[in-house]
């Protein structure tokens, strides 16, 4: 990152804002504990701890129970209100639901669904029942939930019927799943439920409002999302209830959420910054959020900032370079002057696009750094400190991060090394599901692996760098090689498939793959748009690779692993590096 090219931007946000920022970082850091914290979470009668309990009942129950928590905005531009109150109801129903249905505390509730309301019903409903809840992209194809539902053991799925109808061939292969509860939205899908499912809405009249949370403790599991790896399929990670104290803390310490705040975050909850930050941050705050469930759109979005007065923003670098693209004059038609603070996360957030957004907004986006395994935010920008273009800040308070080198000792400031962290934070992962090994790897030498590369300036600001692996980050996404690779020799035409990151201006990379053909088939146009279009169908849009090189064959090292490194650096223009593992063709 280019830290001497700009300039620091000035705490400009704090004097827009007119509200004490909720953070003194410095003085926060003295004597840190958590447990002031865990005093202000509101508890389970007998000291259970439950995420549904904090960011829906504890409101409901109190002042807030007639306030907006959830402004949800169709994409046809319908609009629906939920108080907490109502939330509270409604998410009662569904564990009742759930609970006649026999569902128990620990048993895995998966959702695939678009950002409609029953969604989040449907989830804090999971939650209030005692189960884990899996949230899956609604962009996902049959075998990505095929991979996630097989490996979690989910028993029941909660979707809707044109989902239901995209993956219907894999639902067979769903051993352990029980039951089928649909969402059929306004009646907006004409085709009958089929029989051996259940219709949501019915089972939804049928249900009391009346329903006492299963008492779970701190350490219960409470929400698992898959992610990608290097090698194998994704993993499941898998978090507590106690993570929600993190949450809830950061949404005041990063994101600055205050009582009449309209927040936006606009990831998905498939991907983790979706629950953590489209659910548990602003509700645990009982501050109301705006769910807006159509796609991405310049003019629409800041429709969106400007109709329903958002003042906090949480968003993506992609996103915003996206923005940037559609030009600075679609902001001038629209009156977003109710922003106060806007923050992304996800990827690295180029220095252009902090100086963009105070150009045009009049404040920077704040870059805040974390990932799925550490279900919160770890390196944030604050309001209360000078935010410096391309830097992901500093770490939250309670929060130890380093960069060492490979024997784990700390390197000095500025020089680049993998960033760890002290494990034991509060919303650390506990488990990959079913893979303590994999767990277990993350582990070393008293440190948590991120797997990133990043660098400490003198002053305490951390510097994102890379990934220290294969892993690729597509619009924010993170994309296992391996998954893709795997789908792409289903294809009865190639005979080997290797998958990489190639960097792009806007979606930071995009998937790229290098395919050799078995014998009998001829490279062409028609076959490479055929292999697309099937990885598409069988993975997702945000999956499947967008650029198709055929190869004779691919480097590989002579115990057989593709060296996707090499195909990298050979794509690039690189050198090449270390190739003596390579095998002799
Ligand atoms: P995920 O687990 O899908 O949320 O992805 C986490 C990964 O995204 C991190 O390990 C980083 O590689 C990347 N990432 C997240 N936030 C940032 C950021 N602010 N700057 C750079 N990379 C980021």
Known sequence: MAEANFKPIKKTSVEKMEVKPNLDLEESYKDFDWESLYKQLDWLPGGGLNK???????????????????????????????????????????????????????????IFMDRLPELYIAFFGALKAGAVVGPLFSAFGPEPVRDRMQDSGAKVLVTQPDLRRKIAEIIPELFDLQHILIVNKDSRDPAPIDPQDLSYHEEMDKASEDFTTVVTGQYDYSIMHYTSGTTGKP??????????????????????????????????????????????????????QLIYEGGFSASRWYEQIQKHKVTVWYTAPTAIRMLMKAGEEVPTRFDLSSLRYMCSVGEPLNPEAVVWGDDVFGMPFHDNWWQTETGAIMCANYPSMEVRPGSMGKPIPGVQLAIVDEDFNEVPDGEDGNLVVKPGWPSMFHGYWNNAEMYNSRFRKGWYITGDTARKDSDGYFWFVGRADDVINTAGHLVGPFEVESALIEHPAVAEAGVIGKPDEIAMEIVKAFVSLKDGYEESTKLRNEIMRFAREKLS?????????????????????????????????????????????
């Not at 829906?56 to 907006?68: E, L, Q, T, V």
């Not at 949450?247 to 990831?267: K, P, V």
């Not at 650096?569 to 002799?584: F, H, K, M, V, Y």
Request: net charge negative; aromatic share 8%; hydrophobic share 35%.
């Open 52 to 110: 549904a309990h904090e960011a829906i009942d504890r409101h409901a129950n109190g002042d807030k129970r007639d306030k907006i928590a959830m402004i949800w905005e169709g994409k046809n531009g319908e609009r629906e209100d939920y108080t907490f109150g109502d939330m509270q109801r409604l998410t009662n129903k569904f564990a009742n639901i759930l609970q006649s249905l026999g569902i128990q505390k620990g048993d895995r509730v998966f």
């Open 541 to 585: 849009t945000a999956i499947a690779p967008r650029e198709i090189d055929f190869i004779p064959s691919l480097p590989k090292t002579r115990s057989g692993k593709i060296m996707r490194r090499l195909l990298k650096a050979r794509e690039l223009g690189l050198p090449e590096g270390d190739t003596s593992t390579l095998e002799d063709d």
């Open 235 to 288: 993993k499941g990670a898998v978090h507590r209830h106690q993570a929600v104290v993190q949450q809830m803390a950061t949404g005041r310490w990063a994101l600055d959420l205050h009582d009449d705040d309209i927040y936006w975050c606009t990831a998905d909850p498939g991907w983790v910054t979706g629950t953590s930050y489209g659910m548990l941050a602003p509700w645990t705050n009982g501050v109301t």
